[in-house]
């Protein structure tokens, strides 16, 4: 039979066995109960830390439509590294302590106070670690990108060519 | 399979798979050349280990090891252990390629004289004009299956396209159209059509993008005159006392050294890669490297003038949606020093998943700015801007004083400072493309700075004169005679256009070459 010709569906019977999985999802996700708490498990990192950290987070990225799962996955990225990496988890311990200055003053800022807070570090190893970290974490995090409009691996969807790829339909004629 | 003993001294060894590598070896096969191809990279099967994931392939086809950079360059500052966006896999950087085709101009050929001599610029032209190559670049248009040639109809147009296409129209440019792509816009060749996917950069999961992985690889394989090895990363290049040389050293899947012998060796590694082995194979009698008589192995790197325009819109736009790199407007490619700089440049669309569109957007940068475009993603439209670079001797590959690979080998290090042409095209292109865009409503316009390299040219140029350049104007170096360099190294100028179709029509001319010498016994 010619590999040529086919119309999608099928394309998607023959492309059938990589309909699922195709997709890196990070497992952590799976690890942080949804909903507020740490309970599920933070495995270095202490609460304190992960609060702030969380809010870091956020203020670095903030998407006010997003609740706050997507960052507590971040956070527990960061932990997933502290557990294997010492330095990182004193990096992220004593960065967030810095930060609070030893109370919750950091999480009892406003908006713009730790967006300014955040600023005063952003070229220190802290903020350029956890930078570097989110910036992979939040936006690779497939339940983030319905968000953005993004629909994400289209293979196992017969591609978009008979899916929008050129629905455009608001421009002037040329 | 066919398989060559390590102590053949017939064979021809090519190190590197992708478009030069890849097609050389593809063409001396099918003339009865044997051929051993060294590929440092894993063989990947393009219908089982491809995905729409773009951190999960980058990951698996990309370069990763060990590289530093300096220089000015904004890449130093973004990206600094990434210089180049370029693949270490069976196919080489055209599993990774966006696939756009086009012919160098015949003035780019002859930069010097056409633009003449500009400070600073280390400018030369070419050993050859644009009609040694028109014969060649026939057959490479066909052999990609390149649209807009050979009878092949055009790609349709997606979103990210209209866009520019309407804007760009509106502003009266002329040559605007959906490209020249080695993307099947119908079946051929044993490959199917282009689905639309998205998803380019991460190696083709239809197979309709041409790449020497499931084109040129397994129709060499079926010549019985060839052999890859994928996993074997060439250290040294070996010469005897009479200056030829004579085989190669490569650290194979397990790290353990081989040595195979050679008739000729042609070394396709891409413009930092290459020149690095010629530098790592100094001898006592080449103690600069091989074929470094001129000096100029390594130097005159260029990466062409880059930088992408994304701009946010009122209504969707879902650039992700269909081929990357969609289409394309010339009118910029034009030598016109009334804009202000010598060259030109083309502009063609661009367009990146979330996970991507985040790190490249504006790298380092964070807060609202930030996050307020990034949730306009699917209002967004790109494009990217990728004009000729000035050679300059200093932008140089050279060999790190103390850091090693994990083979024990000095690292590379890419220098490369923007030229004053340089910084004046890409300003006059961010200007070109946030018009184009704003023509047609864009509410917000993004200066991208560039991403790390993908077109890595020059730094084994080739030079009429032995003293200006590494190579002659077949690729063969002035040095040393059964010594070939078969990638973009060869350049010797940038051109504004997108580089694989002419190393790959450079290769098939090559292959004509070493064929008719070996057939003489001249090597």
């Not at chain 1, 609460?47 to 439509?65: Q, S």
């Not at chain 1, 997003?66 to 997933?80: F, I, Q, S």
């Not at chain 1, 790829?165 to 608001?170: M, S």
């Not at chain 2, 690292?411 to 200007?431: I, K």
């Amino acid at each position: 039979m010619s590999k040529s010709g086919f119309n999608r569906r099928q394309f998607l019977e023959t492309s059938g066995r990589t309909v699922v999985g195709g997709v890196a999802t990070t497992s952590v996700a799976a690890m942080i109960a949804p909903g507020g708490a740490w309970a599920a498990g933070l495995t270095t990192l202490d609460e304190p830390t992960a609060d702030v950290l969380l809010r870091v987070c956020r203020v670095m990225f903030p998407h006010d439509k997003l609740g706050d799962d997507p960052y507590r996955t971040c956070v527990g990225g960061l932990d997933m590294k502290a557990a294997k990496d010492d330095a990182l988890a004193k990096q992220m311990k004593d960065g967030a302590a810095a930060l609070d200055n030893g109370g919750r003053k950091f999480l009892k800022k406003d908006e713009a106070a730790q967006v300014k807070a955040l600023t005063a570090i952003e070229d220190t190893p802290f903020f350029k670690t956890i930078h570097g970290h989110v910036i992979v974490a939040l936006y690779n995090n497939p339940k983030v990108w319905g968000h953005f409009g993004y629909e994400g691996p289209s293979f196992p969807l017969g591609g978009y060519l008979e899916r929008g790829f050129d629905d455009i339909d608001w421009l002037p004629e040329v | 399979m066919t398989k060559f003993n390590l102590n053949d001294d017939n064979v021809v060894v090519v190190i590197g798979s992708g478009a030069g590598g890849g097609t050389l070896a593809n063409e001396l096969a099918q003339k009865g050349v044997k051929v051993v191809c060294l590929e440092a990279g894993a063989r990947l099967d393009y219908t089982e280990d491809f995905s729409n994931d773009e951190y999960g392939m980058f990951g698996k086809i990309s370069w990763l090891d060990k590289r530093t950079t300096s220089g000015d360059w904004q890449v130093a500052k973004d990206f600094p252990g990434l210089p180049a966006w370029i693949c270490k896999t069976v196919g080489g950087t055209t599993v990774h390629w966006a696939g756009a085709s086009l012919r160098l101009q015949e003035h780019e050929l002859r930069a010097l004289s056409h633009y003449g001599a500009i400070d600073g610029a280390n400018l030369l032209d070419w050993p050859i004009t644009l009609s040694d190559l028109e014969p060649y670049y026939a057959k490479a248009e066909d052999k990609l299956g390149v649209t807009r040639t050979n009878g092949i109809p055009g790609l349709p147009g997606c979103n990210n396209y209209k866009v520019m296409e309407a804007g760009a129209k509106k502003l009266g440019y002329q040559n605007v159209h959906s490209g020249r792509m080695a993307i099947n816009s119908e079946p051929r060749d044993g490959r199917t059509s282009c689905r639309q996917l998205g998803f380019c950069f991460q190696g083709c999961r239809m197979g309709a993008k041409w790449s020497t992985l499931y084109t040129e690889i397994p129709a060499a394989e079926e010549t019985g005159n060839f052999e890859i090895r994928p996993l074997s990363h060439v250290l040294k290049i070996e010469h005897n006392d009479a200056g030829k040389v004579t085989g190669v050293i490569y650290a194979d899947k397990d790290g353990n050294h081989q040595r195979q012998s050679a008739r000729v060796v042609c070394v396709a590694g891409n413009s930092i890669e290459s020149p690095r082995l010629l530098l790592n194979s100094a001898s006592n009698r080449f103690p600069d490297g091989l074929a470094n008589t001129s000096g100029q192995v390594g130097r005159n790197y260029m990466r062409h003038m880059t930088a992408s325009v994304y701009s946010v819109f009122d209504n969707p736009v879902n650039m992700y949606r269909g081929t990357t790199m969609a289409g394309i407007v010339s009118d910029e490619s034009r030598h016109d020093p009334s804009r202000g700089f010598s060259g030109g440049y083309e502009i063609e669309t661009i367009a990146m998943g979330v996970p991507f569109l985040a790190a490249f957007l504006l790298p380092g940068t964070w807060g609202r700015d930030f996050t307020s475009v990034m949730d306009a993603y699917d209002h967004i439209a790109g494009m990217w801007i990728v004009g000729e670079d000035m050679p300059q001797e200093s932008n140089a590959v050279t060999l790190h004083a103390a850091e090693k690979d994990q083979y024990g080998q000095p690292v590379p290090n890419v220098h490369y400072d923007d030229h004053q042409n340089d910084l004046a095209m890409r300003r006059h292109g961010l200007d070109a493309g946030a018009r184009i865009h704003e023509a047609v409503g864009a509410n917000k316009v993004i200066e991208t700075p560039p991403y790390p390299s993908t077109h890595n040219l020059g730094t084994n140029r080739m030079s009429a004169n032995a003293m200006d350049g590494v190579v002659n104007k077949w690729g063969q170096t002035h040095d040393i005679n059964n010594l070939f360099v078969s990638d973009g190294s060869q350049f010797t100028t940038s051109a504004s256009e997108n580089p694989t179709l002419t190393i790959v029509t450079l290769a098939i001319r090559q292959a004509d070459y070493i064929a008719e010498q070996l057939g003489k016994g001249n090597i």
